[in-house]
């Protein structure tokens, strides 16, 4: 088929042409849309409330919310003899409805949409609560806990005000989803789900892809204020979810309310105290976030800002060549439009600016030696809601460009050591990359056939992606203890690299309800990924099955296929700079061998080298796949207290590696090969306890075990790689935990005082041992060489004070490792370091403190 070029637009100016085209779309719409509603009637709803037989429940209180976490009803009502409740004048909008009556279980509803003109009817039913002998107890039925919510429950859930009031070193998202059991901070920083490693797992914002569109990294820097709720789903399996083999992090951002309401957030910075004395400002994080109505019930803004400057110290290293430097800008605003009572509209615009310096500062690597990183990460979407018929129709388009730089201190080459670090980091690379989303999805109205309840939902989602990379390594230096020289490392070639991916997805799913106590989950997910030429269906299915009548005790489980994103880096790895490498005998000048490794990527059985416009020899797929399973067992024990109990096992093939290999086909190379495996077994026991004021508490604890082939591709060549690769090794990957006991929550106390724990006991990552010539010595990773067990207990203490009627002052106090356990950042790991295998550099215990205005 011949293809025709368009040669009347310049390539990089078509992206904004699409942008602007689809903005002329949407805003042509609105105006049609509001033109039309001059004449609009008032609003009404009117719900039905009945039992599991359809029998009519008179006296039921009824509440509508604005707010989904239920905080001050707006509206009420009870249902009459017919079990009918009206609400005969109601501004049109979206409510959280609550349903609750003696001997039933309290229904939570989210999501209901009220008609703008006319009469909104919904039918709703209640379940038997359990009776014991002497009293009748009605529990709140979350929708997460419920049958009706199906197989994939998030494995934790985090609202707005739970993210405002714990004690975060930095208030933003990412920071927070530790808290969730499954998730896991490596000692990098980065974000661990289900033993898989960040760039394996997906981020969405409003359900489209957020993450770094070459690398996968999260590099999440939206603001709390922002976010209204975050799920991390671990075993999702509605088909709508992929390019993941790890985890699921959503996160919905917070729409502009009724009225206008302002935040003043942590304006007073804190200080820097050295010796008695104050030396400059050691942390600023002012943020200021405001909503409201631009034009009463159609159209709604939410905006946030934020700034952020810490320096923050490193234990082992002197002042003041011990600390790190951060400086950050968050903007994001959001438009909602309810153009009518089936068609509503949202605009966010988001732009996130970030530069790091003395990034990975430790004991070993000093300032000089440490990598410096910039990045400007802007994001733009438009979703459409619109009902068609009973159905809802979504459409949603976003552009994302992310620009990242990485650059070191100076020009001298690097060199290694048994003790330290000495001259600059080797590598520089510069990228610039986006991506353009188009996602539809269409759900259908819950029908019933051949006596089955089914609610289908059927969508497809294109995805462009590009990057320009530049990418350049200097020498580095392999030093012994006695100062002679024992390997030298020489990178050759630069070439800018220039790649591009498409990615066209379709799925389909069923919710089928047999019974009010019984229904599956069953969703097949088509993806094609151009840069590999490979498709593959990845078929799910899962279940909720209740025993007795009521949700109290749900058993879930489910099994599903899960396939990763191709990162645009593998794709170009061929065109990163080759190396030599040299070996030297014991007096540092003879040469005992040199050999130069050429960059190859190959099949995963090592025949022939990949051709991307082919399909893979063979069975062997060149994606990761995923496939993964789980029963969980949800309990509510009590009105206060819900238990979970999930076991899972997943279990990874195709995960990219890279290995130097001194005869490959006549000649040396570092080869990479989709050949890796991985797995990930755990067990998960939470308690839930539900506290007065709406106050929650977590107590959770994780037995698992993550393995894997170690030398993946991101951690030799992703934005901080290493310049040294030596044989791969199946073992413990460098998050694996296999115990950790975590406990949360917020408690408020009289006078509006508030306390925030979080109390972490764990086992101590992995570690590996290296000898004078960094080789590694013994089992990389094993259970042998791990840190010390990690305890430590933050908090946060904040009181609210009324100035006036209108303002508001909340002041806190943040404390970190309250009891000063000793948990050591670093390890001497080199056999000929003299003080091999001490541990050291702990954080010792300190305090923070917050300013917030509320009006």
Not at 131 to 149: I, K, N
Request: net charge neutral.
């Amino acid at each position: 088929m011949t293809r025709l070029k368009n040669t009347l637009l310049p390539a990089n100016l078509r992206p904004a042409l699409t942008i602007l085209c689809l903005l002329g779309i949407f805003f042509f719409s609105t105006v049609t849309a509001l033109r039309g509603q001059q004449d609009v009637t008032k609003s009404a709803l009117r719900i039905l409330v009945r039992d599991t037989q359809g029998r009519a429940l008179p006296g039921a209180d009824c509440l509508l919310f604005r707010s989904p976490n239920l905080e001050s009803a707006e509206l009420s009502a009870i249902t009459d003899d017919r079990g009918v409740a009206t609400f005969p004048t109601i501004a049109p909008a979206t409510y959280t409805l609550r349903i609750e009556t003696k001997g039933f279980e309290t229904l939570i509803r989210r999501n209901v949409t009220v008609a703008e003109t006319g009469l909104t009817t919904i039918e709703l039913s209640l379940t038997v609560a359990t009776v014991t002998e002497t009293v009748t107890v009605a529990l709140p039925v979350d929708e997460a806990t419920t049958v009706q919510a199906g197989s994939s429950t998030p494995a934790g859930s985090l609202q707005r005000r739970e993210l405002q009031r714990l004690p975060l070193a930095t208030a933003r998202v990412d920071q927070a989803l530790p808290l969730i059991p499954g998730v896991v901070r490596s000692s990098t920083g980065e974000i661990s789900i289900e033993g898989a490693s960040e760039q394996q797992s997906a981020l969405l914002i409003n359900g489209l892809n957020a993450a770094d569109p070459a690398s996968g990294n999260f590099r999440l820097n939206l603001p709390v204020d922002s976010v209204e709720s975050v799920q991390v789903f671990q075993h999702p399996y509605t088909a709508e979810y992929g390019a993941f083999i790890g985890g699921v992090t959503a996160v919905e951002t917070r729409r502009g309310g009724e009225h206008w309401k302002f935040e003043f957030n942590d304006f007073l910075p804190d200080l820097r105290f050295k010796g008695g004395h104050v030396v400059g400002v050691a942390e600023d994080t002012p943020r200021l976030s405001f909503n409201g109505p631009l034009i009463k019930d159609h159209v709604f803004l939410s905006q946030s800002l934020s700034y952020n400057i810490a320096k923050q110290p490193v234990r082992g290293l002197g002042f003041p060549t011990n600390e790190t430097k951060t400086e950050s800008q968050s903007y994001f605003s959001q438009f909602d439009m309810i153009l009518s009572s089936r068609h509503t509209q949202t605009f966010t615009f988001g732009y996130f600016p970030q530069r790091d310096q003395f990034v990975n500062l430790d004991f070993f690597r000093p300032q000089p030696v440490t990598p410096n990183y910039k990045q400007k990460d802007f994001v733009f979407s438009v979703r459409d809601h619109y009902q068609l018929r009973e159905g809802l129709l979504q459409s949603a388009f976003s552009f994302k460009r992310f620009n990242a730089d990485v650059w070191a201190q100076g020009e001298e080459e690097q060199t290694l050591t048994p003790t330290v670090e000495q001259g600059s980091y080797f590598a520089a690379q510069s990228r610039h990359s986006h991506r353009l989303e188009l996602f539809e999805v269409y759900a259908a109205p819950a029908k019933k056939f051949l006596r089955v309840e089914h609610e289908i939902k059927v969508g497809f989602d294109f995805n462009s992606v590009g990057n320009d990379l530049n990418y350049a390594a200097r020498p580095v230096n392999i030093l012994r203890q006695d100062g002679t020289l024992a390997e030298q490392i020489v990178f050759r070639g630069v070439r800018p690299v220039t790649t591009s991916n498409r990615e066209y997805v379709g799925f389909a799913q069923d919710r089928l309800r047999v019974r009010s106590n019984l229904s599956f989950d069953l969703g097949i997910r088509f993806e094609d990924q151009r840069i590999a030429n490979e498709s593959n269906f990845a078929p799910r299915a899962g279940f909720a099955w209740s025993p007795f009548k009521s949700d109290r005790t749900v058993l879930r489980s489910g099994v599903g296929v899960f396939y990763d994103k191709v990162p645009l880096n593998i794709r170009s790895f061929a065109r990163y700079p080759s190396r030599t490498v040299t070996r030297f005998a014991a007096d540092g000048l003879t040469i005992l061998d040199s050999h130069h490794f050429f960059n190859v990527l190959v099949d995963t059985p090592p025949i022939e080298p990949l051709d991307f416009r082919r399909k893979i020899v063979g069975d062997v797929g060149f994606v990761p796949e995923n496939v993964k399973w789980n029963i969980q067992l949800d309990q509510i024990v009590t009105s206060r207290l819900d238990l979970r109990a999930n076991l899972t096992s997943s279990r990874t093939d195709h995960i990219y590696i890279v290995n130097p290999e001194l005869d490959f086909r006549g000649r040396s190379g570092i080869v990479l090969r989709s050949a890796g495996q991985a797995s990930y077994r755990a067990l998960e026991l939470t308690a839930r306890l539900r506290l007065a004021h709406k106050d929650q508490f977590f107590v959770s604890y994780v037995r698992s075990h993550a393995r894997g082939d170690l030398n993946d591709f991101n951690s030799y060549f992703g934005d901080f790689g290493a310049p040294v690769i030596r044989t791969n090794q199946y073992s413990n990957l460098p998050f694996d935990v296999p115990n950790r006991l975590l406990a949360w929550g917020t408690i408020s106390l009289p006078h509006r005082i508030t306390i925030a724990p979080i109390f972490e006991a764990r086992t101590g990552f992995p570690f590996s041992i290296r000898d004078e010539e960094q080789n590694f010595v013994g089992p990389r990773n094993s259970d042998q060489t791990r840190f010390p067990a990690f305890v430590s207990l933050d908090a946060e203490l904040a009181k609210e004070f009324q100035v006036t009627k209108k303002y508001g002052v909340r002041l806190s106090v943040r404390s970190f490792n309250l009891s000063d356990h000793f948990n050591p950042r670093d390890v001497h790991a080199n056999t000929a370091d003299p003080h091999f295998r001490q541990f050291f550099a702990p954080y010792h215990r300190f305090f923070s403190g917050g300013f917030d205005i509320i009006f």
